[in-house]
């Protein structure tokens, strides 16, 4: 058995028994790592280089672009913001029949290009145009898949703090480049998503709202124009070389700060939360970023992705059956491990392999996104899924079923990302990345 075999065993039987054991997922990768690189070398120089590797790992002037977008996020969450988004998002689906779901669907894309939060857009979300649709006679459990369905499409929308994780593990991947990149996905998400609802819609003869008159329609583009700014700003000033990314996430926080005060929506006990939020949510991930870097470490000395790409590839040469097993590999990694572990802990192994495949690194960041990003709305972790569910006030069992046709279209998406590359670059490539 080589060296590499012997030590990725370790490690996934390590990680495997310390999850099961309820261990943080943070302590769980650092310890694991250091147990597999002990048959190389001895426990001190282990340990040494371990907490060398964690420091290292966390001293990135780009991590400071995470806590800044979490922050940013709460404070939308709370300040006023989702309720403008829905009027707009009304205003833009009024005419489709089933026009409160289409509502819910484009609201959860809007709301995630300003709060990069899944979770949050189905909580707000749901919360908001769920009682309005069972009002005008929507089956909930239609409703509820539907805002479960979309909720991720944050995720992929930017500001992205997963695609911000997987540029600094890729080892510097543009972080505006794969914002660019996660639009074309994360847009066709959300509209195969609302071609599925529409035919249910047309169906079960839900109808389109009444027509909306123009100064009212006028007033609510102008109500949401603040909130949409934040795009402009925020994305164009990464996009155009104005600021970085870090900067720009420090420009988000002031922005919604400034709208939440503005509106009048945010109690001074309410910012003190979202600030203990904020940072309890930052700690975790920065952790998990230092920690995951002992991994790509002892990875990398181990030689242990290239001991699986030969795997890979003594059972296929193709490159398509080669981005199906990782796909399908990816989508079941999903439905346990949340997106940012994942991330960490995948990329390494993975994306060697897709470039040897002729993929490139942008693609590649989108494609595993993309992927564990399913996995946020399938049992028996997916915590978008469970948030859906809570606010519903439905059983899984009940919603399962009316997810299952967009799981379908998802899954499409997903091969017409992996194999089709300018759905990730072409955006990228209008703007020079």
Request: proline letters at 5%.
């Amino acid at each position: 058995m080589s060296i590499a075999l012997f030590c990725g065993i370790i490690i996934a039987a390590a990680l495997i028994i310390m999850l099961l054991a309820g261990i943080p997922i943070a302590v769980a990768l650092g310890m694991s790592s250091v147990l597999a690189v002990l048959p190389t070398l001895n426990f001190e120089a282990a340990v040494l280089t371990a907490t060398q590797r964690i420091f290292s790992g966390i001293s990135i002037f780009t991590l400071l672009a995470i806590p800044f977008f979490i922050l940013a996020g709460n404070i939308m969450n709370k300040g006023g913001i989702a309720v403008r988004l829905i009027d707009l998002a009304k205003l833009l689906t009024g005419r489709i029949p089933g026009s409160l779901v289409h509502c819910n669907v484009v609201a959860n894309m809007l709301f995630g290009a300003v709060s990069g939060s899944g979770v949050a857009a189905a909580s707000a979300m749901g919360s908001i145009i769920g009682p309005i649709e069972e009002k005008e006679g929507y089956d909930p459990k239609f409703s509820a898949a539907v805002n479960i369905a979309t909720a991720p499409t944050g995720l992929l929308i930017p500001p992205s703090n997963a695609l911000i994780t997987y540029s600094l593990i890729s080892g510097g991947t543009s972080v505006a480049a794969l914002f660019m990149g996660g639009y074309l996905p994360g847009i066709l998400w959300g509209i195969g998503c609302m071609v599925v609802a529409f035919f249910y819609a047309k169906k079960h003869g839900y109808q389109s709202a009444p027509r909306v008159k123009g100064s009212e329609a006028l007033q609510i583009i102008l109500r949401a124009l603040p909130s949409l700014m934040l795009i402009v700003i925020v994305i164009g000033g990464i996009i155009g070389g104005v600021f970085t990314a870090t900067e720009g996430s420090a420009i988000a926080v002031a922005y919604s700060l400034i709208l939440s005060l503005v509106y009048k929506s945010l109690t001074w006990q309410e910012f003190k939360k979202i600030l203990l939020d904020s940072a309890k949510m930052t700690g975790t991930i920065i952790f998990l970023v230092g920690t995951s870097n002992i991994m790509a470490w002892v990875m990398s000395f181990t030689g242990i992705p290239t001991a699986i790409s030969a795997a890979l590839l003594n059972i296929s040469s193709n490159k398509v059956v080669i981005f199906l097993i990782i796909n399908l590999f990816l989508l079941f990694v999903g439905t346990f491990m949340d997106i940012t572990p994942a991330i960490l802990i995948f990329t390494p192994i993975f994306l060697p392999i897709c470039e040897s495949f002729g993929m490139s690194a942008l693609q590649f960041g989108i494609m595993i996104t993309y992927n564990l990003c399913i996995g946020t709305i399938t049992p028996p972790v997916g915590n978008i899924l469970f948030v859906g569910i809570k606010v519903a006030k439905i059983k899984l069992e009940d919603v399962m079923k009316n997810v299952l046709p967009y799981y379908g279209v998802i899954i499409l998406v997903l091969m017409a990302v992996t194999f089709v590359p300018a759905i990730t670059t072409w955006l990228p490539s209008l703007a020079g990345y």
